[in-house]
């Protein structure tokens, strides 16, 4: 089993800036993408962003261009920088990882992004 903690949610006004971090443990062995989902209130839980081992990024259209994905494959972090918030970026965040050759992914219990002034 894979453990993933969040931290760095909170509230922020339009315009601010946060950084999300996600700490993964347990069989952490073969971790290969981690990566950030979201929930607002009403939608879907959406892709944010990812990043494979290897350094591979994706971003949803939404984000690209103010949010940015890092890790640090030796301490399996991974964060998330969060530039010029938008009050429709309040939602609960998520940290994600899939192994290596398997397509069940873990998640974190979530941490909560609120935009507003």
């Known amino acids: 089993q894979v453990q993933l903690v969040e931290s760095g949610g909170g509230l922020v006004q339009p315009g601010g800036s946060l950084r999300l971090s996600c700490v993964a443990s347990?069989?952490?062995?073969?971790?290969?993408?981690m990566g950030w989902y979201r929930q607002g209130p009403g939608k879907e839980r959406e892709l944010v962003a990812d990043?494979?081992?290897?350094?591979?990024?994706r971003y949803a259209d939404s984000v690209k261009g103010r949010f940015s994905i890092s890790r640090e494959n030796g301490k399996n972090t991974v964060f998330l920088q969060m530039n010029s918030l938008k009050p429709e970026d309040t939602a609960v965040y998520y940290c994600?990882?899939?192994?290596?050759?398997?397509?069940?992914?873990?998640w974190g219990k979530g941490t909560l992004v609120t935009v507003s002034s």
């Open positions: 994600n990882a899939f192994k290596w050759d398997s397509t069940t992914p873990y």
């Open positions: 347990g069989s952490i062995f073969r971790i290969n993408v």
């Open positions: 990043i494979a081992s290897g350094g591979t990024t």
